[in-house]
């Protein structure tokens, strides 16, 4: 037995969508049906939802980020720093 689920979204999001799940073998149906059965699996969304700030904040807090950190305070500690003033903001970027 199934029922009918309807769902209202924008026609450019529901064609890249289609288009999507045609290049992967699927129809956007299938897709959703995927979708709503890894969800209960999962017993939640099936992917990690989060803030702008959160992902961020993951990576400042990086092994990659934190290993570079640690070298450059080593460096620093070493004297190997230099001393530079900022003119104005375009010289942090």
């Given amino acids: 037995m199934t029922t009918l689920v309807q769902v209202r979204v924008e026609k450019e999001l529901k064609d890249k969508a289609d288009k999507l799940f045609n290049e992967l073998g699927l129809d956007t149906t299938t897709a959703i049906r995927i979708f709503l059965k890894s969800a209960i699996n999962n017993q939640g969304l099936p992917f990690k939802v989060q803030t702008k700030t959160q992902k ?38």
Wanted: aromatic share 8%; no cysteine.
């Fill in 56 to 93: 961020e904040a993951q990576a400042f807090y990086s092994p990659e980020n934190i290993a570079m950190l640690k070298k450059s305070y080593a460096e620093i500690k070493q004297g190997k720093a230099v001393e530079k003033e900022l003119i104005n903001e375009k010289d942090v970027l």
